[in-house]
């Protein structure tokens, strides 16, 4: 089998697995959206590209001071994983930052898929705040 086979199968196998953490992108555009079919995968075929497009999104999380981190992942991916990357990249601890979707607190273990989420949908990132006070 050639070298260039070996990468073949090497990077079909690659395809299948979910990847450790999500990809960290830079805001989509126009060109490099889900109609562009995505980028690195020219040897696809066209149905193929447009199957991975619909299976990724993009999703953007904000911070209240305007900073923005844009993330592609995949529909089933667990939010856990989109919580860590911005934490791990803002280092900031899991436990200080809380996220919210639609103003609903997304939950660790919920997905993209099960939050309705779409391509270019925001999820806002907040210092937790602890206590409270009662008269």
Not at 59 to 78: C, S
Not at 91 to 106: A, Q, T
Request: charged residues 30%; hydrophobic residues 25%.
């Amino acid at each position: 089998m050639s070298d260039h086979e070996q990468q073949n199968i090497t990077n079909n196998n690659q395809d299948t697995r979910e990847s450790a953490t999500p990809a960290i992108v830079s805001p989509p555009t126009e060109n490099n959206g889900a109609g562009a079919g995505g980028e690195g995968n020219s040897d696809l075929p066209k149905e193929e590209k447009f199957e991975d497009s619909k299976n990724r999104i993009n999703l953007k999380v904000v911070d209240g001071n305007g900073g923005e981190i844009w993330f592609k992942v995949k529909r089933a991916t667990p939010m856990k994983k989109i919580m860590h990357a911005y934490c791990e990249k803002q280092s900031k601890s899991e436990d200080s930052i809380r996220f919210f979707f639609d103003g609903n607190r997304v939950n660790a273990t919920q997905t993209p898929e099960e939050l309705d989420m779409e391509d270019n949908d925001v999820i806002e990132a907040h210092h937790a705040q602890l206590g409270g006070c009662s008269f």
